[in-house]
């Protein structure tokens, strides 16, 4: 698995070779969501290539104002691999944007973004290598309606797993054979019913680059996860943005929706994105010492001490959507509380079992696939490298079942928690965000939280909501 060019000699070959007849240039917006523009493979040159293409960078969401709309895609080379759905053979190539009127990579542009973030930290002299490995689960379903107006919204999302079928008349016949609430973990079929479906994605990832791991039901109703192999820091962001086309568009094909929203359905687990990282230096794991607790290093424990610490500014980023916070409630394993432990899946931050130098790392276990995995991971980054500057110590480690505290024992312990609305988030990153400038702007900053309260945090506080017209139609 990996590239399939090096060059743009070899990218060309690689046309010829595939019979192209299209370039699909792609990149990625603030929301973490691909954008494309199609181009005749005849039109395409060497000479465009190293250059670029312009678009309007007035038309994407909290870009590029009017009288400044021209900007540039740079298309890298090695992230080129044939688009597996389109009826005629094309490649997809990835891009960054670039700022024609600083002359510099765009400073709103979430790859390029990443890419800076690599660069400081190779700059910063703390390792010249990241690694991070993002698990993505996501929903299945066979029928999705959304209706939201001035008198009414509502949704409503139906899977053939879901146990509020078991009565439901089927043309040939109800089998009975469901997941149940919270029960869905690596049941064999029947139960599990999406086998086959997953396979295909297994395999149409593969045909798109990525080492394919394992797949498997998760705990959820219509819930699953596919895992695939960790990489640097952009190469994993890229490997979401494919792995998340794939899996909707496989999906899609079959007569289902995919979706990767953190908390689709009431009272079941939700979709994480847990997020494994270390960071390396000459070849050698820095977030490695034998015999300490997890095997793991102090430069670690400071690192991960720097996400505690700006939890609320990197939740707005990791946790980007009024729905996250839906997820980050307790009893339904989405960890929340901010300490760390040795294999326990109820700490904000996991240390997987690893017995030696190439395993140890961490997991922090709170983001989800609603983030931009460019910025989700960048965020981390910067977070963990501040941390590792100021010698940041999280609390922890804590061994014992965290779901069964009380908030009043959270409380009563000082053990510090996630966020609980995005409004809360936004308003952390207003407040902390100095970590953050060796590599995001202040006008990036700035643009971001305008955009959060205007798009999610506003629109979802002023509507009402089912449950509000339930409890207090009648007051």
Known sequence: MGKFVSSIEEFFTYCEENEVGFVDFRFTDLKGMWHHVSYRMSAVSAGMLEAGLPFDGSSIEAWQPINKSDMILKPD?????????????????????YDIYK????????????????????????GDEAFFGPENEFFVFEDVKIKLGVNESYYRVDSVDGEWNDDKEMEFGNMGHRARTKGGYFPVMPIDSGVDLR???MQVLEDVGLEVMLGHHEVAQGQHEIGVKFGTLVEAADNVQKLKYVIKMVAHMNGKSATFMPKPLYGDNGNGMHVHQSIWKDGKNLFYTKGAYGNLSEMALHYLGGIFKHSLAVASFTNPVTNSYKRLIPGFEAPSILTYSSQNR???????????????????????????????????????????????????????????????????????????TLREAVEGLIADNAFLSPVMTPEFIDTYQHYQFERQVWPDEARPTPFEMRSTYSC
């Not at 709170?366 to 501040?386: H, I, K």
Request: overall charge negative; aromatic content about 8%.
């Open 199 to 201: 396979a295909e994605m």
């Open 103 to 126: 002359n510099d990579l765009y400073e709103k542009c979430p790859r390029s973004i990443a890419k800076k973030t690599l660069k400081y930290l190779a700059e910063s002299g703390v």
């Open 346 to 420: 109820s700490a904000s931050c996991r240390i997987p079992y690893g017995a030696g130098e190439m395993a140890v790392r961490i997991e922090t276990r709170f983001p989800d696939s609603a983030s931009c995995p460019y910025l989700c991971f960048a965020v981390l980054m910067l977070a963990g490298l501040d941390g590792i500057k100021n010698k940041y110590v999280p609390v922890g480690p804590m061994d014992e079942d965290l779901y069964e505290l009380s908030l009043d024992e959270i409380r009563e312990r000082k053990i510090p928690q996630m966020p609980h």
């Open 77 to 97: 080379i090695d992230t080129a691999f044939l688009d597996p759905f389109t009826a005629d053979s094309t490649v997809i190539v990835i891009c960054d944007v």
